[in-house]
């Protein structure tokens, strides 16, 4: 049987050519693509370079904001730590502040058993005298502990009336003290760590009649 193909290579085809090789017409050639390239990445540059200064200034502002931010941050946990601190060391100083006002009682108390006895005289008796010995004794010794302690007597007598340390009980004429002027206390004003805990009980004076 006889074939019309012809299987001998085309006589005209460049020698190591294919027949069959793809047609290449329109495809860039390297030197073309890398002219392309740089083209690209010349007007890329040139692009940045445009957009630098405001992508600068950008940055810089977001750094600042940051910055500020965490400037307050610090600033408001500075604030905390010192707050919290004091609270601490007032509720370790104050904690025994109910206590405090209920044993200063005791020491009033015993400033009224004091006089509450005669008035001593060279003659007296015995028993009173040693009496209002140990009960000195056992005042001065109970005031040294509570000052150890940081509650102190502020005595108010003969001082200006003030209502955040006085608390009134009665207003009396007197030609000897001023008007407003503290002319007698019933106990003196109670201090824990500087803080009232309780205060003086006065009469204060309304002046002349």
Sequence with gaps: MTHDTDPTPNADAPYGASAHQPHTEGTQSPHDAAATEAEATAQ???????????R????????????????RAEA???????RTKREIEDARQYATQKFARDVVEAAENLKRALASLPAPTEDEDGIIKSMREGIESTERSFI??????GIVAV???????????????????????????VMQAWTPAWTLHGRLL???MVVVSKGQA
Excluded at 56 to 66: F, S
Excluded at 161 to 179: G, L, Y
């Design 76 to 82: 408001e946990m500075q604030n905390l730590r010192t």
């Design 44 to 54: 890329g540059a040139a692009e940045t370079g445009a957009e630098t200064p405001d």
């Design 155 to 181: 005595d108010a007598q003969g001082k200006p009336f003030d209502a955040n340390q006085h608390q009134a009980m009665a207003e009396q004429h007197s030609d000897e003290h001023p008007a407003g002027t």
């Design 198 to 200: 309780k205060p003086a």
């Design 56 to 71: 600068i200034a950008e940055l810089e502002a977001e750094v600042a904001a940051m910055r500020e931010k965490w400037v």
């Design 144 to 149: 040294g502990i509570l000052e150890r302690n």
